[in-house]
């Protein structure tokens, strides 16, 4: 697939590793991208962060501080960053049953955690918009 | 190791080794098809699934292309797989070639999951340099007939492993537990089997019901049976390496295998869960990063960091 193939959802912010976060009210929601999903092929074990777990946002150099949690495919382990930080409010549960849904609706069903954000001004800052994340995709050939 | 008629200490009937790898074969050990999304059979376990996480390299072009890409970002191998022709195997003939400059020019590792090999193909993999043949190895007829759907014998797998380890520098058999619809047919026949070949290494399976496939609601076998299979395999082949592979059930039971497999002795876990290198290191064992397929011998890729236990 070609980079333009790829939904990127318009109102959403992304990382360059490939998660998105959309924000609510006074909290955040998280998950991985489509780009993210389609790499990954199909998905078969996601692996959630305990509610409560505080988390900071992904920078460098990474740190187990920043990760929450993994998605996994049959031959590929993809660690799962916090675009913001702040605290686990909720999962989605039904991907450890279902852990495929984050292939059909990578920007619905298949969010990931809700993040109660501690500095959600100054850090969505660092973070692309839709337009900024397609050309990101753009350049990775 | 051992000279002949010396007595094997029980440890070493039991653990190969004191570590475990643990393998990632992403990125730098990927599957390729090279049949694309294509497949003859439409096995009942796979239903062509498999091959949509494969990169597809439906040429010889393209498996050029890829392959000289991937090692110059510093892979150190590939699997060469993809869909079977009507007579069970995948088509490398196009591709011989190919491989054989791939080999040349790049020096990647190069595996093969071959399939039911003429004699002719198993000759021609090897004089191309292909390093090892992944070989799924069935032990019953009605499970051949059952999954795959082709009028092939257990006669026929035995001698295409044959033929492979005559002309291969190495073949791993693949034996999936449960391959029966979830049953248990053919595994302890298929180990008997492997071990005509001596194997370095054996891989166990575990059928992972996938969507979209016609085993998608069948009941993966339990991890008490799983267990009771790999204690077999662990007590039958005393000094290979014994591995619990990718292809196995992640949603359900997946600590449950994977804790069984440690107890019955494997030496090799491909993506194990993280309270699974816990339950290693707290039975003493190092465990360490292979970045590969869980079916590559050692010495090929060096074994990386050790895993720390508060991982």
Redesign the interface.
Known sequence: MGASEYEVREGLFYSKEHEWLKVEKGQVRVGITDYAQDKLGDVVYVELPVVGRKVKQIGEPKNRDMELGAVESVKAVSTVYSPISGTVKEVNSTLQERPEIINTSPYDEGWICVVVPEDLDKEIKTLMDAKAYSEYLKNLG | MFRENEQIPLSVKFRHSRELLAC????NF??ISLTGGNCALNCKHCGR??L??MISCPTPAALREKCFELSSSGATGVLLSGGFNAEGYVPFEPFLDTIEEIKRETGLFISAHTGLVPEWLARELGRVGVDLADFDLIGDDDTIKLVLGVERTVGDYRRSMLLLSRYLPRVVPHICVGLHSGEIRGEFRALELASEIDPPLVVLLVL?P??STDFEGVNPPSPAIFKEVAATARLMFPQADLALG??RP??RE?LEIELAALQAGVDRI??P??QTIRAAWSMGLIVKELQACCAVPEGVVRPGKSFDPSC
Not at chain 2, 24 to 27: F, K, L, Q, V
Request: net charge positive; aromatic share 10%; charged share 20%.
């Open positions: 990632y074969p992403h990125p990927p599957t699934r498999y949509q996480n992972a996938t969507a990718c292809m992640r949603v997946r491909a993506m869960s993280k």
